[in-house]
Nanobody, 120 residues
Framework: QVHLVESGGGLVQAGGSVRLSCAAS????????MGWGRQAPGKQRELVAS???????DYADSVKGRFTISRDNAKNTVYLQMDSLKPEDTGDYYC??????????????WGQGTQVTVSS
């Protein structure tokens, strides 16, 4: 019903920047919160940034001041600008969206993920 497709991952040197994008499509009436989760090798997935439909943001302590989440409601797209990257930011990044479908049900969907590798 709802599909999320991430893009923008890759290999970057420590101190560098990467911008991730995630576009939602499908049976969407509206999208409430959107966010980005990160799963480092051998660890559980953690939510690193989220944004409400109105633009209120929240960040994990580990990324505050370095990552910026934004969204374009007209395009059903969320972005994650990652600056001053550290090797510990390495992992698979997953987009999340809490969607009100055209059937008026509420679903929390995750994308397939995009890999970010930060070399030291």
């Amino acid at each position: 019903q709802v599909h999320l497709v991430e893009s923008g991952g890759g290999l970057v040197q420590a101190g560098g920047s990467v911008r991730l994008s995630c576009a939602a499509s499908g049976s969407i009436f509206t999208i409430n919160n959107m966010g980005w989760g990160r799963q480092a090798p051998g660890k559980q997935r953690e939510l690193v940034a989220s944004i409400s439909r109105g633009g209120s943001t929240d960040y994990a302590d580990s990324v505050k001041g370095r990552f910026t989440i934004s969204r374009d409601n007209a395009k059903n797209t969320v972005y994650l600008q990652m600056d001053s990257l550290k090797p510990e930011d390495t992992g698979d990044y997953y987009c999340n969206a809490v969607v009100v479908t055209t059937a008026r049900s509420i679903v929390s969907s995750w994308g397939q993920g995009t890999q970010v590798t930060v070399s030291s």
